[in-house]
Every structure is written in C-alpha cells, then in structure tokens.
T-cell receptor, first 114, second 113 residues
Framework: GESVGLHLPTLSVQEGDNSIINCAYSNSASDYFIWYKQESGKGPQFIIDIRSNMDKRQGQRVTVLLNKTVKHLSLQIAATQPGDSAVYFCAENAGAGSGYALNFGKGTSLLVTP | KAGVTQTPRYLIKTRGQQVTLSCSPISGHRSVSWYQQTPGQGLQFLFEYFSETQRNKGNFPGRFSGRQFSNSRSEMNVSTLELGDSALYLC????????????FGNGTRLTVT
C-alpha cells in the first residue's frame, strides 16, 4: 500500500552544524505535509507544515522543502543545538473528504553531539 | 492556553480486560484524533471525531472504539485486551475546519500483561 517512509533511521550531527532529515512519500494525491519532533516521554510536537502548492517554507531555524516530482520531503535545521536531539517524523494527510488522518513515517533519530 | 490533556498517564491491564482512555482537547478545538504508537509499527491512525461524529477511521479491529462529547472531550475504549495492544496512545486536536497542524498530548502508556 501507499506509505510515507524515511531514508535514514538515525542521524548524528555536531552542535552548530546544519541537519537535513529526508522523507519519501508515495501518495501523489497528498496535499498537506507536516514535520513533528518527539522527545522521550512526550507526544509529537509540531515543527512546520507545507501544502502541496508550495515547494519551500521557512520557520525559525527550520526549512521544509517539498519536491512533488520525486515525492520527497526534507527538513533542514540550521545551527543544530543539543535541544534538537529527538525523533523527527514526517506525516502526510491521508484523510478522505473533510476528514483528517495523518500517515506517519517511521521516524529519524537526530543526535546532536557537542 | 492549555494543551491537550490525556488521562491516565499510565495503565496496566490484564489480557481480556477492557480500558477507557480520556482526552481533553485544546479549548476551541472541535476535532479529536487518536493514534497508536508502537516501536514496530510507529504511529498509526485510529480514528478522528468532529462534532461528536466519527469522521475517519483507521484500519483497526472493532475492539477499538471511541466517542466524542458535546464539549469536544473524547474517550477511546479497547475491549478484550490483547498483549499486542500494549502501546502509547496519543490524542491530538485541531480546530477541525480544513487541515491544520494536529496538537498532540503526551499520551497514555498502556501495558497489557
């Protein structure tokens, strides 16, 4: 079936470097994508979202890029900090009609080393 | 504004029992969704409620059910618990009109023994 997947399960970066987390999706009908950060013992925390009519969106230290041609989504974190260490999930809206159902990727663990 | 609140935080149940989990959404949010998170399957959609009506349902057996009250608070119930139901159950809310980010609670950790 169609699914959202991640290229790398773990990513280790040095503090101050930029991080790039990738995500592949296969549902060409997906029109809304979200990145979440999950720390141990907590629920997923919203980072940034993007709709399919855009190819780039920037937030505070984060940028999401959407390439619909190859069905690829990426999250860029600038000047990565120790507090960025967490598991990152991409998700696409797979809901029908007015409904809302996110299909999540398996997650990438980001480890920031000093 | 208070976030999504889930109770209880932890639960231990025995196979065959049933369990009810509770979720209070962010004030003003009318859509409540439930997700199951396990190490093997990741985050999987259970169902979504909007204005007391189930609007979407994931691919889970009928033992999993939910409801939403007029104040948007929601409960989910799992009957005849199985060992494989051990998971973190996450509730999320959103305004409900169109797509917008889901805001998650910290979940209920259910352990079935």
């Amino acid at each position: 079936g169609e699914s959202v997947g991640l290229h790398l399960p773990t990513l280790s970066v040095q503090e101050g470097d930029n991080s790039i987390i990738n995500c592949a999706y296969s549902n060409s009908a997906s029109d809304y994508f979200i990145w979440y950060k999950q720390e141990s013992g907590k629920g997923p925390q919203f980072i940034i979202d993007i709709r399919s009519n855009m190819d780039k969106r920037q937030g505070q230290r984060v940028t999401v890029l959407l390439n619909k041609t190859v069905k690829h989504l990426s999250l860029q974190i600038a000047a990565t900090q120790p507090g960025d260490s967490a598991v990152y999930f991409c998700a696409e809206n797979a809901g029908a009609g007015s409904g809302y159902a996110l299909n999540f990727g398996k997650g990438t663990s980001l480890l920031v080393t000093p | 504004k208070a976030g999504v609140t889930q109770t209880p935080r932890y639960l231990i149940k025995t196979r065959g029992q049933q369990v009810t989990l509770s979720c209070s959404p962010i004030s003003g949010h009318r859509s409540v969704s439930w997700y199951q998170q396990t190490p093997g399957q990741g985050l999987q959609f259970l169902f979504e409620y909007f204005s007391e009506t189930q609007r979407n349902k994931g691919n889970f057996p009928g033992r999993f059910s939910g409801r939403q009250f007029s104040n948007s608070r929601s409960e989910m119930n799992v009957s005849t618990l199985e060992l494989g139901d051990s998971a973190l159950y996450l509730c999320a809310s959103s305004p409900g009109q169109g797509v917008s980010p889901l805001h998650f609670g910290n979940g209920t950790r259910l352990t079935v023994t």
